[in-house]
């Protein structure tokens, strides 16, 4: 069974930035990996996703303000998130394939992010 849990959610104020983490109880190193939101009354979003080979992908909502990245050592996944804006507030899941899969398979309890003035 795979576990992932997100951390580094929190409050923060238009402009601001907050780093998530995703530690997963397995070897990442063969998955994919990556992000999405979910905000009050609205349908899951793709925020970043990020192969085994290291390939990233964005949602257009966040080229250029977010930034990706894996540590296969730590079996953990970033998400970087500069310049948060109110429309960013959602709260944010984790996700896995299985090993060699393509699309996200396990999802993690998911970390709040807020912004607001």
């Known amino acids: 069974q795979v576990q992932l849990v997100e951390s580094g959610g929190g409050s923060v104020q238009p402009g601001g930035s907050l780093r998530l983490s995703c530690a997963a109880s397995v070897s990442i190193s063969l998955r994919n990996m990556g992000w999405y939101r979910q905000a009050p009354g609205k349908g899951r979003e793709l925020v970043a996703t990020?192969?085994?080979?290291?390939?990233?992908n964005y949602g257009d909502s966040v080229k250029g303000r977010f930034t990706i990245a894996r540590d296969n050592a730590k079996n953990t996944v970033y998400l970087q998130m500069n310049g948060l804006k109110p429309e960013d507030t959602a709260v944010y899941y984790c996700?896995?394939?299985?090993?060699?899969?393509?699309?996200?398979?396990?999802w993690g309890q998911g970390t709040q992010v807020t912004v607001s003035s």
């Open positions: 990020i192969t085994s080979a290291g390939n990233t």
């Open positions: 996700g896995s394939s299985r090993p060699w899969g393509s699309s996200l398979t396990y």
